[in-house]
């Protein structure tokens, strides 16, 4: 078993997620997309050096595929972007306190709209 903080969640819910499927980290541009119940997007980069465009890949899910959209959208204004480092995909596990660019690790980005944001 792993430490609680170990647990892989969305960093703007704290709900924990599952194991993304398999990608073939060969594959341009292919990277595994799902909204959490909080309305953020999270994308899955199995390489974990390609985070700028699982990012593109997330922004454009979380408008609904309008490219225009995502591309004139502004980060911190219109969508909010934060990552999870250091995945561990056979232990699903994240480790703490490093970096994944050093270790060859996973990683995921996530994004939510400011303007799903709920009303609190
Ligand atoms: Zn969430």
């Known amino acids: 078993?792993?430490?609680e903080s170990e647990r892989p969640?969305?960093?703007f819910c704290e709900k924990p997620f599952g194991r993304p499927p398999e990608v073939n980290p060969k594959l341009e541009g292919d990277f595994y997309t799902w909204p959490c119940s909080c309305g953020a997007v999270g994308a899955y980069d199995a390489t974990g050096h390609n985070l700028g465009d699982a990012l593109m890949e997330a922004i454009a899910f979380a408008f609904d595929d309008d490219l225009e959209k995502a591309l004139a959208a502004e980060p911190e204004k219109d969508y909010e972007v934060r990552y999870i480092d250091c995945y561990h995909l056979r232990d699903h596990r994240v480790s703490e306190g490093s970096?994944?660019?050093k270790t060859g690790l996973a990683a995921f980005v996530f994004?939510?709209?400011k303007t799903t944001e709920p009303i609190h």
Request: aromatic share 16%; proline share 8%; glycine share 0%.
């Open 99 to 101: 970096r994944t660019y």
């Open 1 to 3: 078993m792993y430490r």
């Open 9 to 11: 969640r969305c960093p």
């Open 111 to 113: 994004v939510k709209l």
